[in-house]
Nanobody, 123 residues
């Protein structure tokens, strides 16, 4: 069984930064693409970022490009999401996911999700 555990969320003022972490335990997923999604109250789940197993290939949702950076450390079984210049519209629960697939330039989430971590950005 695979477990994904996110951490690092919190309350921050607009313009601030946070770094989220996602630790993987159980079956080894170091050779799989992983990703971040988010969901705000009353809204659909939104793709945020994805990273290949080597870390050499990344992609971002349009709303976070240039502000967020995804990375991973396979030795630590951890994926990160550095979030800079945060905006109130970034407020959401952030989830990590694996194994994510890119099909026709679209990210398709895999079967495993973390429990989510709340990010709240005040104006």
């Amino acid at each position: 069984q695979v477990q994904l555990v996110e951490s690092g969320g919190g309350l921050v003022q607009a313009g601030g930064s946070l770094r989220l972490s996602c630790v993987i335990s159980g079956r080894t997923f170091t050779r799989y693409r992983m990703g971040w999604f988010r969901q705000a109250p009353g809204k659909e789940r939104e793709f945020v970022a994805t990273i290949s197993w080597s870390g050499g290939d990344t992609a971002y949702g349009d709303s976070v490009k240039g502000r967020f950076t995804v990375s991973r450390d396979n030795a630590k079984r951890t994926m990160y999401l550095q979030m800079n210049t945060l905006k109130p519209e970034d407020t959401a629960v952030y989830y990590c996911n694996a194994p994510l697939q890119i099909i026709g330039n679209s990210p398709h989430p895999g079967d495993y999700w973390g429990q989510g971590t709340q990010v709240t950005v005040s104006s």
